[in-house]
C-alpha cells in the first residue's frame, strides 16, 4: 500500500459541520499542517468530502 501526504490549504472557516468532523478525523484543523495516510477507500472518501480545502501529494 501506497502513502500519501495529506496538508490543509484552506481554513475551515465557513464550512459545515461534517467537513471540520472530516478535518479532524485525518488529523487536520489548521493551515499548513500536513499528514501522512495510507491510501484506502476510506481515505479517498474523506477526500472527496474535503478536497477544496486540501492538497494531496
Known amino acids: 500500500m ?5 496538508s490543509q490549504v484552506r481554513s ?4 459545515d459541520p ?13 493551515i499548513g499542517k ?3 495516510r495510507v491510501d484506502s477507500p476510506q481515505l479517498q472518501g474523506q477526500l472527496k468530502i474535503v478536497s477544496h480545502l486540501v492538497e494531496v501529494s
Do not use: P, W
Not at 501506497?2 to 495529506?6: A, E, F, N, Q
Not at 475551515?12 to 464550512?15: E, Q
Open 12 to 15: 475551515k472557516n465557513g464550512t
Open 2 to 6: 501506497s502513502g500519501v501526504t495529506i
Open 34 to 36: 500536513s499528514v501522512e
Open 18 to 30: 461534517k467537513q471540520k468532523a472530516t478535518l479532524k478525523a485525518l488529523g487536520l484543523g489548521r
